[in-house]
Structure formats: C-alpha cells, structure tokens
C-alpha cells in the first residue's frame, strides 16, 4: 500500500488524470469496438503506461517500451503489416535496450528516475536525418518483398520510428515529438485496417491517446530541460 502511495506522489494530478483517462478510453474502445483480441487491449495498456514513465524521463517507461514492441509485433502480423512488425522487433525493441541502458547511466543529480536531458547539436541532428534516409530506402525494398499492405505509410513508419527511437537513445526532448509523428502515421495505417475490420478501431484509439500522451512528453522534457539547466549537477 506504500508504494503506490509514493507511486501516487511521484506523478502530479495532470498526469494522473492523463493515465487515468487513456485507460479507460482504451478499455471503453475495446468493450464495444473489439471483446475478442486481448492482446491488443494488452499492448495498448501497458503502451500507456509506458508513455507516461517516459514522459518524466523514468528508465522504466524504456523497459515497459520493450514489453509494448513485442505485443504490437504480434498484432500488426495479424493485419500483415510486416513493416510495423519488422520495425517495432527489429528496431524500436532493440533501440529502447539500448535507451534503457543510456538513461540508467545518466541519471540526473543521481536520481534514477529522471534521466539527465540531453542537447544534440547540428552535426548530430544531420547524421541523423542521413542516417534515417538510408534506413528508409533499405526497408522499402523490404517490405516491398514481404508485400507489405499499405506500404507507403508502412515506409513513412519506419522514417518516423527511427527518428524517435534515436532521440530516444539519445535522451533528447525531440524524441517525442518523433513519437507523435509515429503516431500520426500508425493512426492512419490502423484506421485503413479499420475500414476492413472494425475490431482495429480500437487500435486507432489508442494511438490517438499515445499521440495525446506524447505531445504531453515533450512538454514535460522542457520542463526538465530548464530545471536542470537551473539547478546544475552537484
């Protein structure tokens, strides 16, 4: 009981109400639109819950991220999705591995549930964007060859998952808006698999609340971002 008084502390009452509301959206949308595939009601549960540890730079939303890759990978196989499958097992599991160590070794004023926040410069910002171009190119003659459905938004996934989990990796403040990119992208693709099956509304859903959720990471990351700029490292 204890520990999720503390649990309760640690979040303010916006964000509480936040997790809160994405979750009953999510179970309310999967009542009436779906009651069959658990396993997406699953994913987009634990999805959640992943965003808002992030959103406070906590390493654990990173451990929840690798739970939520796995889950999503077995669903977007389901609507032949290849590319979001490949993406989320082949890259965003892997990449969130990787974050999860970098944000546990750089713990901000040694608190191991805020990651110190970190400026990119130009340079690095340009590797990136090449970076994320030669991946792009890469995995569309992947996906063509997997005849991935609805490639041309599956190819724009794999740009924007890049993007996202490299910022990610690199504990900048613009990964969320990589995210909420992501998002906006995985809306469209589920809403096209929506209008063959309208169980997967539910997916649509709840990336709606995860692009809600991301949008609020980024403006919390400034939050830190200034504060710890304030308050220098002892």
């Known amino acids: 009981m204890e520990k999720i008084k503390k649990m309760?502390?640690?979040?303010?009452?916006?964000?509480?109400?936040?997790?809160c509301s994405s979750v009953a959206l999510i179970v309310?949308?999967?009542?009436?639109?779906?009651?069959?595939?658990w396993l997406t009601?699953?994913?987009?549960?634990?999805?959640?819950?992943?965003?808002?540890?992030?959103?406070?730079?906590?390493?654990?939303?990173?451990?929840?991220?690798?739970?939520?890759?796995i889950l999503y990978a077995i669903i977007s196989f389901t609507f032949a999705y290849y590319g979001e499958m490949i993406t989320y097992l082949g890259m965003t599991m892997p990449m969130a591995i990787v974050a999860l160590v970098s944000?546990?070794?750089?713990?901000?004023?040694?608190?191991?549930s805020e990651v110190k926040v970190n400026r990119l410069k130009v340079k690095e910002h340009i590797f990136m964007w090449l970076l994320a171009a030669a991946v792009t190119a890469a995995f569309y003659f992947i996906l063509d060859a997997f005849d991935t459905a609805n490639i041309?938004?599956?190819?724009?996934?794999?740009?924007?998952s890049f993007v996202a989990v490299y910022l990610t990796f690199r504990r900048s403040p613009l990964y969320a808006l990589g995210y909420a990119a992501n998002d906006v992208v995985l809306i469209v693709l589920w809403v096209l698999a929506t209008l063959e099956n309208v169980a997967y509304l539910s997916v649509v859903i709840c990336f709606i609340m995860?692009?809600?959720n991301d949008l609020y990471g980024?403006?919390?990351?400034?939050?830190?971002?200034?504060?710890?700029?304030?308050?220098p490292e002892q």
């Open 152 to 160: 041309i938004p599956s190819t724009i996934s794999v740009t924007t």
């Open 218 to 231: 980024f403006i919390n990351w400034n939050r830190m971002q200034k504060r710890q700029n304030l308050q």
């Open 210 to 212: 995860f692009l809600i």
């Open 41 to 69: 009601l699953a994913a987009s549960l634990v999805g959640a819950t992943s965003l808002i540890f992030c959103a406070k730079g906590n390493p654990a939303g990173q451990a929840l991220m690798i739970v939520f890759s």
């Open 28 to 37: 309310v949308s999967f009542c009436i639109f779906d009651r069959t595939n």
């Open 103 to 112: 944000w546990l070794k750089n713990p901000y004023n040694g608190n191991k």
């Open 8 to 19: 309760l502390r640690y979040f303010s009452a916006g964000e509480l109400i936040l997790w």
